[in-house]
């Protein structure tokens, strides 16, 4: 039963991580006043958004099974507070730390009609920081003797991070245009 536990844990954190790269790459993909016009925005929106629930079960069952699973000792109070478990303190301490900044993504969006957008936003970005934490966190923990689940994270971070480029490329393009359309305006 222990071994089905710890194979379940496994394969629930590669779910979880490949189902965050679409949500990062998706969400690069919509954010951005250039994105928001394209045609089709809503249905990518709408991806984005259950990819993001079906990564939230596939993580809560990552996190129960891992905790459950006496194999290595990961007890609850390690899956919420990082960098207190007695199993690989720091890279189980990542990945409570992503796990942390995306229950903090999921709370502000939920409550998204009744916070600023301005709040919903900055924790938002966040998820910019918890996928290269999840990232590190399953290449250093749930890879390390499999390769074909090492190159399926590599695979994750190679699309999230050309994704991140591309986004941050796309806010630099529309913040000189915007300010190409103000000054043409005040000339």
């Known amino acids: 039963m ?27 993909a ?3 006043r250039g994105a928001r016009s394209r045609d089709g925005a809503t249905i990518v929106t709408a991806l984005h958004r259950w990819l993001s ?5 596939f993580l809560l069952l990552h996190v129960a099974t891992a905790v459950v699973e006496t194999y290595v000792s990961i007890d ?7 960098f207190t478990s007695g199993y690989e303190r720091l ?3 990542l990945g409570t730390l992503a796990f942390d900044l995306f229950v903090a993504v999921v709370v502000t969006s939920l409550l998204r009609q009744r916070i600023s957008d ?10 910019y920081l918890l996928w290269p934490l999840a990232i590190l966190h399953g290449f250093t923990l749930g890879t390390a003797d499999e390769p074909v689940l090492r ?18 490329g796309v806010t630099h393009h529309d913040t000189h245009r915007r300010r190409d359309i103000a000054a043409q305006e005040w000339s």
């Open 2 to 28: 222990n071994e089905l536990l710890w194979y379940t844990s496994r394969a629930t954190g590669t779910a979880s991580i490949v189902l965050l790269t679409g949500v990062v790459v998706l969400g690069a």
């Open 91 to 93: 890279w189980v301490g």
């Open 53 to 57: 629930l079906g990564m939230t079960v």
């Open 151 to 168: 190159l399926t994270t590599v695979a994750c971070a190679v699309a999230g991070g050309a994704a991140i480029v591309w986004r941050s």
């Open 76 to 82: 609850l109070i390690s899956a919420i507070l990082p």
């Open 118 to 127: 301005r709040t919903w936003r900055f924790v938002h970005w966040a998820a």
């Open 30 to 32: 919509i954010s951005g």
